[in-house]
């Protein structure tokens, strides 16, 4: 029997598996081979159902809808944004509304489409219809 050496395609699988966070970005895989060949492993993973990609590198393992079987997030968009700005180096906090609706000053409840950063974000991350509003924060 030959040994066989595994394939890209199976490495990232692997990768995915082992990791215990949701999001996954594409510079995770960089390692194992070109940027072309991981996009095109990370885009079959997506046709597979396996992941959801919500953003320009950012992927989320996807789990099973119970209702319709189809692949769907396994957390709120917004904690998943918050949990890909965490790996980008982006600071994250709550933005005005949700301060102010904490300290009690409004009963106006907070949608959660929004996101609060303290650096310039230009990405456009969203599932589904859905994109998440990213406002700058002191």
Known sequence: MKNRQPTLLSQVRARIDRKRKDVVLRQDFLDLGQYDQVGRCLLRLVKEGRLIKIGQGI???????PLDAQPALPKSLNSLVVEAMKKLGIPTSPTAKE?????GKTTQVPTGRAIGVRKRVRRRIGYN??????????
């Open 59 to 65: 992927y989320v393992r996807a789990v099973v809808s």
């Open 99 to 103: 301060r102010d609706y904490n300290e």
């Open 129 to 138: 219809g859905y994109t998440m509003r990213f406002e700058h924060v002191s």
